[in-house]
């Protein structure tokens, strides 16, 4: 463990070089901040805490490397064991509109910030950028997160009686009131396999069906904010078994059940998708302007190595 939290210390801290400003623009709207690096804000995944001791480590660390930085972590509760739990029980939508309301009362976020988001914190700080982006994020990093949904759950641990509880509680009741509420996995499980699993997705999920712009209406305000970006990186691993599918760190996905033709195994890439072809969320917008990145590294979900770290922030971006 301490070793992929040391990986994660200089992954972080590296990319942190991202948020030092270039020249605006218009220089008398920051006269304060002009030579500062642009804050950094990080939303931890599941089963983490904005309060555990390798994030607040790595929070001093980048000030460190970087002085004049703020780095705000995410917290939804207050304490190291209820934010670990609001990553398993809560509602993510409240998540976000808190979350929201948070960074707006934080003065050094006035001007914006680079964003990070861990696992399923990337999606929610995808969310926070679609449905409010103020203050603004100027670019954003997601490693490992499920973009896409997911349409299995992850394994426990031997030992992880939380986990149990929860694979208990949706066996054959993902898309139930309850869940849909108070079950963040819950809320972006996208099941593919049945029409009629599908279907109850499309009717019940109030989460990942909506800032992915599903539905039938589109929200342009989810499109234009995320176009606002500078860059979205996007970071898949190569053995994920987490996420599963694991391109959905990608915004890959399974085909619709009345649309897979007997490949319902086989995940359609982004740049094949409605949601890119249509440009649901602004993600063809971003990348005709050169605005995405697309990234793997070698490992299991959040497995950061030194390999991973030459390789998401070299010159060199993989192509999709």
């Avoid at 990080?42 to 000030?63: F, Q, T």
């Avoid at 964003?115 to 969310?127: H, L, P, T």
Wanted: aromatic fraction near 12%; hydrophobic fraction near 40%; glycine fraction near 6%.
């Amino acid at each position: 463990m301490w070793m992929l939290r040391a990986a994660v210390l200089v992954l972080v801290s590296a990319w942190a070089v991202l948020a030092l400003p270039s020249t605006p623009k218009d220089v008398s709207r920051f006269p304060d901040d002009l030579f500062q690096p642009l804050p950094v804000v990080i939303w931890h995944g599941l089963g983490d805490s904005a309060y555990s001791p390798w994030l607040l480590k790595l929070k001093e660390h980048i000030e460190k490397m970087y002085p004049g930085i703020f780095v705000h972590l995410v917290a939804i509760k207050p304490t190291l064991f209820s934010d670990q739990r609001a990553t398993v029980f809560g509602n993510v939508n409240d998540q976000i509109d808190l979350m929201h309301c948070e960074l707006n009362a934080i003065p050094e976020l006035r001007h914006g910030f680079d964003a990070v988001g861990f696992s399923q914190g990337g999606q929610f700080m995808r969310g926070y950028v679609e449905r409010y982006n103020s203050p603004r994020v100027r670019n954003l990093i997601t490693f490992g997160s499920q973009h896409m949904g997911i349409t299995d759950l992850p394994a426990c641990q031997p030992f992880d009686a939380l986990c149990r509880t929860v694979h208990g509680l949706l066996m054959g009741r993902v898309y139930t009131d309850y869940a849909q509420k108070s079950v963040v996995t819950a809320q972006y499980f996208r099941d593919t396999r049945t029409k009629e699993q599908f279907s109850l997705y499309k009717e019940r999920n109030k989460f990942l069906y909506d800032i992915n712009n599903e539905g039938p209406e589109k929200n342009g305000t989810y499109k234009a904010n995320l176009e606002r970006l500078d860059k979205f990186v996007m970071v898949k691993f190569s053995e994920e078994s987490t996420v599963v599918p694991a391109a959905s760190s990608w915004f890959a996905a399974y085909p619709d059940p009345d649309q897979h033709h007997g490949r319902a195994n086989e995940t359609t890439p982004l740049r094949q998708s409605a949601l890119y072809e249509e440009d649901w969320v602004g993600m063809r917008a971003l990348d005709r302007k050169g605005a995405l990145a697309f990234h793997e590294c070698s490992g299991g979900h959040m497995h950061l190595s030194q390999e991973c770290l030459a390789l998401t922030f070299g010159h060199e971006v993989k192509s999709y």
